[in-house]
């Protein structure tokens, strides 16, 4: 986390508000749907920890960027915005474990159903990367 905050702080910076936070968000997402996808073709235990820590990782660099993105466009509605925002993530934090155990069980196997765990997880960071770009942190969503 304290490397992202560094990160965007510098992204920012450099290629200005819109550009600086939509870098590290998407980015970072790109990150964590490589590593996922990485997973397919390791066989070890040593392998699989390590793409499991870049998961770790690449979400914790993106994570500042989200953060700063709901104090750039809240403006005066901040509270909303993460509120918003903290609510549809604690839905996809209670679903998940249920979805999952679905997706798992409903393999052949439970190496595939662990694959196709992986890609879901691929496939929802991939997406998240999209809107990760298409942000625009440097117009609020409403006027002051």
Partial sequence: MLMGGFLTDWLTQNFGLRWGRAIAMGGSRVLV???FMSLLWIDSA???TICLSLVGLATDLGTPACWAMGQDIGGRHVGS???WA???GNLGAALSPKLFGLIVASASSVALGWQAAFVTCAIVNALAAVAGFCINTSRPIAAE
Wanted: aromatic share 16%.
């Fill in 46 to 48: 040593v392998g699989a």
């Fill in 81 to 83: 915005v993460f509120g």
């Fill in 86 to 88: 903290n609510m549809w």
């Fill in 33 to 35: 749907a490589m590593a």
